[in-house]
């Protein structure tokens, strides 16, 4: 089991810059990879980004060169750093955990964008 609780979420002006953390607890979280996904009122959920154990990194395209996901491992935490941030990023952001078939989920943090 891994429990995962994301912070870091709220209003900002376009433009501007949050960061977003998860802190997972549980069983070998070093050795799975962690993700952001954001999902938004009648769309599916979609990947903002990934990053696995040793650091290798994924983006979506629509986030590229604005947002950076991050890990640390010795205090099992996860972070998305997002810069420019656009109304379109406007969304629940949640953190995931994934190793093999197993996949758990935090609860999710809101993220608005104001034009």
């Known amino acids: 089991q891994v429990q995962l609780v994301e912070s870091g979420g709220g209003l900002v002006q376009a433009g501007g810059s949050l960061r977003l953390s998860c802190a997972a607890s549980?069983?070998?979280?070093?050795?799975?990879?962690l993700g952001w996904y954001r999902q938004t009122p009648g769309k599916q959920r979609e990947l903002v980004a990934t990053?696995?154990?040793?650091?290798?990194?994924n983006y979506a395209d629509s986030v590229k060169g604005r947002f950076t996901i991050s890990r640390d491992n010795a205090k099992n935490m996860v972070y998305l750093q997002m810069n420019s941030l656009k109304p379109e990023d406007t969304a629940v952001y949640y953190c995931k955990w994934s190793r093999y078939y197993n996949n758990y989920w935090g609860q999710g943090t809101q993220v608005t964008v104001s034009s």
């Open positions: 549980g069983t070998a979280v070093s050795i799975g990879a």
């Open positions: 990053i696995t154990s040793g650091g290798s990194t």
